[in-house]
């Protein structure tokens, strides 16, 4: 069974800079996309992509704010925000895309606010 668990949500001041993680367990073979979404009141939406060849993909309200990386040998993704808004308060999602399988880890908080 495949199992995202994520981690390094919490509260942060603005302008303040958190970590997220997506470990990942289980066999995932052909692994296409790994991306991070957010959840806010209203709204739903892509952060950032990286697929099976390094390439990444931010959308423009983090553009120039996070970066996501991964390390395969820890079957680990992460999002690193750096100059957090309070509009980045959300939860924070990882999903794996394996052919046409999608598989998604359960969130972790991420709350921005002096």
Known sequence: QVQL???GGG???PGGSLRLSCAASGSIFSVNLIGWYRQAPGQRELVA???SGGSTNYGDPVQ???TISRDNAKNTVYLQMNNLKPEDTAVYYCRVLS???AYWGNGTQVTVSS
Do not use: K
């Open 64 to 66: 120039g704010r996070f």
């Open 99 to 101: 052919g046409r399988n």
């Open 5 to 7: 668990v994520e981690s």
């Open 11 to 13: 509260l942060v001041q």
């Open 49 to 51: 992509t990286i697929d």
